[in-house]
């Protein structure tokens, strides 16, 4: 990082002036656990010039005025390479974890393998080396930024499952060819029956992602034009962003039309979209695609739930062992797991008992193998449309069903 030049007294008066000036509405306070001050004036420098004194930077010397938050406090501590052992990495951890509105992140001088897991199971929400900081701390805060105005819209008495905002249930699986995006889709349907506000699909399998063509759509827009819209993207805007499929009222932001276009999302992107939808929607559907990217990590962190699908043979049983192991060791809570066993009838010489024992978790649902399934792909028509009382429809029906029946448990409302 370059320090910044000058007198202890000038830094810090050029600190305050970026902090307080030029920026709508109150700086957002980020705290730098370091004794360092060039590192702290470094920080306030990568932060302050780049937005005009939207961050509020101070130094502190240890972690109790972290407990001094409110739980309604909003705050980025910042933990330099001073602090970066593994108390003091485990003490932020557990205050963040009690308090919605703390994101954490550590400096470090460089990042091992080990350091990043013990900070990620402490529950630190991201790791920088000190080489890379100037360039890319900027964007690390502003993501966790994201995320705590999405806490904050929850702490307000919107929650998931309750008025106001949707639950939102990824799709997801380590391997391609499973029937990943015919679940979320015809999930979405399911779930758009009878619904008060409109359901969305969110396609984020960002290179390759088939929701807009297997629903016969050609979207005008993509989420490429709701990233670029950053900060003013808002319901109205949104809202001539989407697809809409008419048959079933759900409404689609689909995926870039190049496979290029995908660097071009970032996973603060992917809150702020979420955030939108959150808000005009009474349930997000997100298609993944298979491998757990920081957009896809964020997206898995920020859902209710995670449909999490598997196919009948060795390969996907393998590869969702491993996508399992992947969620532990990034401590995503394995409660929001629901697993989806696709084609689960096929005689393959594999039953659904192998399965289960082999990923050391129960089957929720099985969707069974049927021809009007591709054929409803290649039509273009959803399935649970197509054919309202075939065998994978009523599987898919029971699916949208647990999904709101653990969406009314966890709002303490009950069933429906």
């Avoid at 007198?7 to 970026?18: D, Q």
């Avoid at 590192?39 to 005009?52: E, N, S």
């Amino acid at each position: 990082m370059q320090m910044a030049d000058g007198t202890p007294e000038t830094r810090e008066a050029t600190r305050v002036a970026r902090a307080t000036g030029g920026s709508s509405g109150a700086p957002r306070p980020v705290l730098v656990l370091e004794h360092d001050p060039e590192l702290v004036d470094a920080v306030a420098d990568a932060l302050g010039d780049a937005l005009g004194g939207r961050y509020e930077v101070r130094a502190i010397s240890n972690a109790d005025p972290l407990t001094g938050l409110a739980l309604a406090d909003r705050a980025v501590v910042v933990l330099g390479p001073a602090s970066s052992d593994r108390d003091t990495i485990a003490r932020v951890g557990d205050i963040a974890r009690s308090r919605p509105g703390l994101g954490a992140l550590v400096l470090v001088e460089r990042a091992s393998a080990d350091l990043l897991r013990t900070a990620l199971r402490a529950g630190i929400d991201d790791a920088l080396e000190m080489s890379s900081a100037p360039d890319d701390l900027l964007e690390a805060v502003d993501a966790l930024w994201s995320r705590l105005e999405v806490s904050r819209v929850s702490s307000n008495g919107q929650h998931p499952g309750r008025p106001g905002l949707a639950t939102v249930t990824t799709v997801f699986s380590p391997k391609g060819g499973v029937g990943k995006s015919v679940v979320a889709i015809n999930l979405a349907v399911a779930l758009a029956r009878g619904a008060e506000k409109p359901v969305a699909i969110l396609d984020l399998d960002l290179q390759f992602g088939d929701v807009a063509v297997m629903l016969r759509l050609q979207p005008v827009h993509t989420i490429v034009e709701a990233a670029a819209a950053g900060d003013q993207l808002d319901e109205v805007l949104m809202s001539s962003l989407v697809a809409r499929h008419d048959p079933s009222g759900v409404l689609v932001l689909a995926a870039p039309t190049t496979p290029s276009a995908a660097d071009q999302i970032r996973p603060k992107d992917m809150l702020t979209i979420l955030g939108v939808l959150r808000t005009m929607c009474s349930h997000v559907v997100i298609d993944t695609p298979p491998h757990l990217d920081e957009v896809v990590l964020q997206a898995v962190s920020e859902s209710d739930d995670v449909a999490f699908v598997v196919g009948m043979d060795v390969p996907s049983v393998k590869n969702a062992r491993l996508g399992l192991q992947a969620f532990e060791l990034v401590q995503l809570p394995l409660e929001k797991v629901v697993l989806v066993l696709n084609r689960a009838d096929s005689k393959v010489h594999l039953a659904v008992r192998d399965v289960e024992r082999s990923l050391q978790v129960k089957v929720d649902v099985n969707l069974p193998s049927e021809a009007l399934v591709p054929e409803s792909v290649n039509e273009g028509v959803p399935a649970i449309l197509r054919s309202p009382k075939a065998r994978f429809s009523s599987k898919i029906e029971a699916l949208a069903r647990l999904v709101v029946e653990r969406t009314s448990a966890r709002s303490g409302t009950g069933r429906p």
